[in-house]
T-cell receptor, first 114, second 111 residues
Framework: NAGVTQTPKFQVLKTGQSMTLQCAQDMNHEYMSWYRQDPGMGLRLIHYSVGAGITDQGEVPNGYNVSRSTTEDFPLRLLSAAPSQTSVYFC?????????????FGQGTRLTVV | GQQVMQIPQYQHVQEGEDFTTYCNSSTTLSNIQWYKQRPGGHPVFLIQLVKSGEVKKQKRLTFQFGEAKKNSSLHITATQTTDVGTYFCAGPSSNTGKLIFGQGTTLQVKP
């Protein structure tokens, strides 16, 4: 059982480049989300999805796009990378959106924008 | 908006000492979850508390949920080097149900 799989694990981008962070889960979870983690800031929600075809913004959505064409996949797109987007990105999934079910996290993507 | 605050942000202890991290919400929570993130790793679910005043134990870890369901604590007895990491509390937003994470407490243990 793979759980939540994120790729790549590490990435260096130049300012202005675009890229997609991949996230896939094999637990048939409805709810998927993307967080960024910065020192002293905890986990901040970027975007989330409550099911295929449905996405919404979280706390810090600017500069990021998402789509959810299937239950399994929830890619995060950086449109034009900026140094402020240097961070560790985590994808998570849970059975429902209700915060009473365990969230499963991917291994993370460590992104540096130069 | 709703906030979940954790203190302290960092804690250094000698191996064998006890450790406690505190979590406070600006609103009443239906439940609270705790996660552990090892250095370089990803958050991993530890436990969920639901009832007012609930206390749960996992070996040397004791989790409490306050009577008013607005605060929680994690206490580790006799820390070991394997306890090193960042501990997060998280509670559901009263508006959307989405999990709101505290800033985390990073624990360092000196052998």
């Amino acid at each position: 059982n793979a759980g939540v799989t994120q790729t790549p694990k590490f990435q260096v981008l130049k300012t202005g480049q675009s890229m997609t962070l991949q996230c896939a889960q094999d637990m048939n979870h409805e709810y998927m989300s993307w967080y960024r983690q910065d020192p002293g800031m905890g986990l901040r929600l970027i975007h989330y999805s409550v099911g295929a075809g449905i996405t919404d913004q979280g706390e810090v959505p600017n500069g990021y796009n998402v789509s959810r064409s299937t239950t399994e996949d929830f890619p995060l797109r950086l449109l034009s990378a900026a140094p402020s987007q240097t961070s560790v990105y985590f994808c998570a999934s849970s059975f429902t959106i209700a915060g009473n079910t365990e969230a499963f996290f991917g291994q993370g993507t460590r992104l540096t924008v130069v | 908006g709703q906030q979940v605050m954790q203190i302290p942000q960092y804690q250094h202890v000698q191996e064998g000492e006890d450790f406690t991290t505190y979590c406070n919400s600006s609103t009443t929570l239906s439940n609270i979850q705790w996660y552990k993130q090892r250095p370089g790793g990803h958050p991993v679910f530890l436990i969920q508390l639901v009832k007012s005043g609930e206390v749960k134990k996992q070996k040397r870890l004791t989790f409490q949920f306050g009577e008013a369901k607005k605060n929680s604590s994690l206490h580790i007895t006799a820390t070991q080097t394997t306890d090193v990491g960042t501990y997060f509390c998280a509670g559901p937003s009263s508006n959307t149900g989405k999990l709101i994470f505290g800033q985390g407490t990073t624990l360092q243990v000196k052998p």
